[in-house]
């Protein structure tokens, strides 16, 4: 079984309906992420969690929510989709080392398209 | 400037030669080097790591780092089709106050051609 899921893996919604993407994981990591991936544009960050209770900011939240309902569990929501959202969502995990994080593992990504 | 930055490509080389792979940074404070390999419509997986300056060897993989000139350089011997993929450069830098950063470059297309 893969150590990091995400669900959907496909998703085509409509402007202003509400999204959720969920992302779980085995590995037993603190530290959870969800990125978006847009041509050209790279891996950008949007939320990260270093634990259950704790939740930050990336450089693109604008837009997104997430929740982080236990250690292996961490969902992204798009409250009311717009079409400019449309891109690949990865989720990943780390561990955390000696104060900092360790490699990132990624989930397989979502593809989400809102028209 | 970009904070990480590398040539889009494509990058094309013949099957059995050596592939190299460039990547810049702006932060000097950067502390954490690593290259991950994506096919296309999949995730990013970690090839190498590297921390301190030098070269990192693994398998046919090379990690390069030169601090002082803020550079990373992949290097991929014995190229094979199966390399064929993009390859994101991404840089961790940690604050004074224990905030950390990794910031993912755009990625090279790397084509071997057989």
């Known amino acids: 079984d893969a150590d990091v899921t995400q669900t959907p893996r496909n998703r085509i919604t409509k402007t202003g309906k509400r999204i959720m993407l969920e992302c779980s994981q085995t590995k037993g990591h603190d530290r959870m992420y969800w990125y978006r991936q847009d041509p050209g544009l790279g891996l950008r960050l949007i939320y990260y969690s270093f634990d259950v209770k704790d939740i930050n900011k990336g450089e693109i939240s604008d837009g997104y929510s997430v929740s982080r309902q236990a250690q292996a569990k961490f969902s992204l929501s798009l409250e009311s989709a717009i079409p400019n959202q449309t891109a690949l969502y990865f989720c990943?995990?780390?561990?955390?080392?000696?104060?900092?994080?360790?490699?990132?593992?990624f989930g397989p990504g979502t593809r989400l398209t809102v028209l | 400037q970009k904070e990480v930055e590398q040539n889009s490509g494509p990058l094309s080389v013949p099957e059995g030669a050596i592939a190299s792979l460039n990547c810049t940074y702006s932060d000097r404070g950067s502390q954490s080097f690593f290259w991950y390999r994506q096919y296309s419509g999949k995730s990013p997986e970690l090839i190498m790591s590297i921390y301190s300056n030098g070269d990192k060897e693994d398998g046919r993989f090379t990690a390069q780092l030169n601090k002082a000139s803020q550079y990373v350089s992949l290097l991929i011997r014995d190229s094979q089709p199966s390399d064929s993929a993009t390859y994101l450069c991404a840089v961790r830098v940690i604050s004074n106050f224990g905030n950390e950063k990794l910031t993912f470059g755009t990625g090279t297309r790397l084509t071997i051609i057989p």
């Open positions: 990943a995990t780390s561990e955390e080392l000696a104060g900092v994080s360790d490699t990132q593992y």
